[in-house]
C-alpha cells in the first residue's frame, strides 16, 4: 500500500513539475515573441465621425505623433497603451479612448467623442459649444454646421435651458435644418431665426423649474407645441398669405398668432392677428 501511494504521490509531482515547466515555457515564448514583435499597424476608430464632431483619425495621428506616442514601428513590448488612454481622454473633445494590443501586431485605438449640440456665441464675448451632455466644450478652429446661440445669454442658462431647447429642435428633422439661429432676448424670450422665410419667430420665455428632470419635460413640451403651431402656420398662412410678407412672428400666445407685417406692407404700423 505504501508502496503505492508512494508512487501515487511520485506522479502527481512530476505532473505539477511538467506542468509549472510548460507554463514558463509558454510565458517565456511569449514574452520573447512580444518582445522581437514590432507594431505594423495603427487602427484608429472615432464613433460618429461621419456627424458633428471634430475628431478624425488624422487629428488623433497627429496627437500621438507630438506627444512621441505614435506606436508605428516601435516594439510592442515599449507601447503603453495606458499612457496613450490618459494622453487622449485630456482633449477637452474625447469623452472615451480605449487602447489595446493584438497578436497580430496592430494597436487598436477607439475613441468616442463629446458631440456638439450648438454653438453659443454671447453678447458677453463667450464663445464656446454646447456637447450633448449639456456640459460646455471649448471653442475650436473646426468648422461644424449647427445651431448658432446669440444674445443675452449666460452659461448657468445655456446649460440648464438651452441645452433643452437645443435637443428638443434637433430631434426633429424639419426644425434642425429649418432653425439656424436663436437668439436669446435680454429678458430670456428666445427667438428663432430660420433659413428660409425672411422673418423672426417669437415663442416667449421657456417654462422655468429647479427640478432637472421636471425642467426637461416642461421645456421639451413647450417647444413641441409652439414648433407644432409653426408648422401648421407655415402649411395655412405664409403658403397662402406669402413667405416675406411678415418680418415678425410671435407664438408666445396659444389663442393667437400676433404677424407683423413689413415696412413696405405695413398699414398704419398695425399689427395682425391670426
Known sequence: ??????????????????????????????????????????????????????????????????????????????????????????????????????????????????????????????????????????NTKYVSNLIIVTGSVSKWFAERYISILSKTIMSDDLWKNQIEQINVLPGEGIEFVPRVGNQIVYIGNLPESNNPGERQQLITAYVQKKLERLKKFYIYGLSQAGWNKYSYINLEFDNQIICKKRKTEEENGENQNI
Open 1 to 138: 500500500m505504501r508502496r503505492i501511494r508512494w508512487k501515487k504521490t511520485i506522479i502527481i509531482l512530476l505532473d505539477v513539475i511538467l506542468g509549472v515547466y510548460l507554463l514558463f515555457a509558454f510565458t517565456d515564448f511569449h514574452l520573447s515573441d512580444e518582445n522581437n514583435k514590432v507594431c505594423t499597424k495603427v487602427q484608429i476608430n472615432i464613433q460618429d465621425k461621419m456627424t458633428n464632431g471634430f475628431l478624425d483619425a488624422k487629428e488623433i495621428k497627429k496627437r500621438l505623433v507630438e506627444h512621441r506616442m505614435y506606436p508605428l514601428g516601435k516594439l510592442m513590448q515599449i507601447v503603453n497603451t495606458r499612457q496613450i488612454e490618459d494622453m487622449l481622454k485630456k482633449s477637452a473633445f474625447v469623452k472615451t479612448a480605449e487602447c489595446y494590443k493584438t497578436q497580430d501586431g496592430d494597436i487598436c485605438i477607439n475613441i468616442t467623442q463629446r458631440m456638439p449640440l450648438v454653438r453659443i456665441k454671447s453678447n458677453n464675448g463667450d464663445d464656446y459649444y454646447l456637447d450633448d451632455n449639456n456640459a460646455v466644450m471649448p
